[in-house]
């Protein structure tokens, strides 16, 4: 009987935190494109997938601007969240461009970087807190150099910092961007 209570507890506590999360993804939605922003989440079936690996706080969604001019900004943001029945911090979210989203190995993802653009790293020291079921986004403004005018891939990469050790890689996105 213990055993099955457990079992149900844990079915109510997922329910409870996938409904959470929808209101939140659906939230999130409204506000970018009231805003005008774009804006992408994981479908059910990429959640579940996500929900099944062993990684995790992990990325659900991101807004940004779509475009902006050489010596402009884009707005960019992404949502995080924690599945798990326990808190996680010092969780940072590095900012890129380049190619690296093609690249099935992270080693090589976070080599391919469009050295024109600067590579950012939020929140500050000592990261974010995630708490049990959570949800939180992380700002950015992405300065635009002078480049080409054409389409950049933006890369975020979530990682939870060991400050002794090499940091423990939890997910990464992508989204595109036009320079005008």
């Known amino acids: 009987m213990n055993e099955e209570r457990s079992f149900s507890d844990y079915a109510d506590r997922q329910a409870s935190y996938l409904r959470r999360l929808a209101q939140r993804l659906e939230q999130s939605r409204q506000e970018h494109e009231r805003e005008g922003k774009n804006f992408t989440s994981v479908t059910p079936e990429q959640l579940e997938r996500k929900l099944k690996r062993a990684n995790s706080p992990m990325i659900v969604s991101q807004g940004w601007s779509g475009s902006a001019p050489a010596g402009g900004t884009i707005q ?16 940072f979210v590095h900012l ?47 300065p635009i150099p002078t480049v080409k005018k054409s389409n950049y891939l933006g890369n975020s990469v979530l990682f939870q910092a ?5 940091a423990d890689y939890l997910d990464r996105s992508l989204f595109v961007f036009e320079v005008t």
């Open 162 to 166: 060991t400050w002794h050790d090499p």
């Open 76 to 91: 960019y943001s992404v949502g995080i969240t924690n599945p798990d029945p326990i808190d996680h911090n010092w969780l």
């Open 96 to 142: 890129f461009v380049g190619p690296a989203n093609v690249a099935p190995d992270i080693n090589d993802a976070v080599a391919a970087v469009d050295a024109r653009f600067a590579r950012l790293t939020n929140p500050a020291f000592a990261g974010l807190t995630i708490k049990a079921g959570g949800f939180e986004q992380v700002d950015f403004e992405i």
